[in-house]
């Protein structure tokens, strides 16, 4: 059986432990109605357990499990403790309020992921930001923090950037407006350090960064700034993430990620070649 990745939050033990299930359903050759009459609910709602979308319940795990035929205390244990450990806290709520609840879904969504693709025109990706760049991204212009909240924004955007860092298994496609790593930022040295940064991020073998220059004019991308997650392993539909001032979409229906994915190819052959950015962002640094 697979092992979520030490330190990973709820959403992957949820969806790695509806997985297994799924997989035991199927080798039974036992409908998703039959498997809901055996917990007293329905199809949908083993759908959503398969799907990772919802907590479980220990006695459901447990009335499955048997239905499935998997007795022996030596196979049920691991996935026991799975569906205990799916509903603890995520690591992000030690940082108290500082997340939305509609974004602290795309964190453990994103933990889960193995392929993540995103566009961003305005600024550096949330994953590819140096400390000092997205403190000055999230206070907006202001110099107060108050309450704390920014840095524990800051600390929860670190934290997701390591596991990229970390983990050669996780790969991280990034296509960048010009004029997102032109933007001011901070000061002339934050951002400076930030594209120096990125000049690093080039070398790193799990991502790969694409900047479209402003010649290119009008693009695939009219609508603004969007993030494509993929689960190969879990054999789940890719989830189109769009973000926005008061919340969030998840798109997960073929056509749509089917046009958000159409539109990425078309991004990428309008960018310049990924062995192209280096110079790019060298050309930028010397006009500071």
């Not at 973000?243 to 539109?263: C, F, H, I, N, R």
Request: proline share 5%; charged share 25%.
């Amino acid at each position: 059986m697979a092992h979520p990745e030490p330190g990973s939050g709820p959403t992957v033990r949820r969806i790695l432990l509806g997985y297994q299930l799924r997989k035991l359903r199927e080798a039974k050759g036992i409908t998703r109605a039959d498997a809901g009459y055996k917990i007293r609910g329905s199809e949908s709602k083993i759908s959503r357990l398969e799907l990772g979308r919802v907590g479980f319940k220990l006695r459901d795990v447990e009335d499955l499990l048997s239905l499935y035929g998997v007795t022996d205390p030596a196979e049920r244990e691991p996935l026991i403790t799975l569906a205990k450990e799916s509903n603890k806290a995520g690591w992000w709520q030690q940082y108290g309020d500082a997340l939305p609840n509609w974004f602290q879904s795309y964190v453990g969504l994103e933990e889960a992921a193995t392929r993540i693709r995103t566009y961003e025109a305005q600024f550096v990706p949330g994953l590819l930001q140096t400390e000092a760049y997205a403190r000055s991204v999230i206070l907006g212009g202001t110099r107060r923090d108050a309450d704390g909240e920014a840095e524990n924004r800051v600390a929860v955007r670190l934290h997701r950037q390591r596991r990229i860092l970390d983990n050669r298994g996780v790969k991280l496609w990034a296509i960048v407006d010009e004029a997102a790593v032109r933007r001011p930022v901070g000061d002339a040295q934050i951002l400076k350090r930030q594209l120096e940064r990125l000049v690093e991020f080039c070398d790193h073998p799990n991502i790969t960064l694409q900047i479209i220059p402003f010649s290119v004019g009008a693009h695939a991308a009219e609508a603004g700034s969007f993030t494509i997650l993929r689960y190969p392993e879990y054999d789940l539909a890719d989830v189109v993430y769009l973000e926005q001032l008061t919340g969030a979409l998840y798109l997960d229906k073929p056509d749509d990620v089917d046009a958000y994915t159409m539109a990425m190819e078309r991004l990428s052959v309008a960018a310049e070649p990924p062995n192209q950015t280096p110079k790019m962002l060298a050309d930028m640094i010397a006009d500071l």
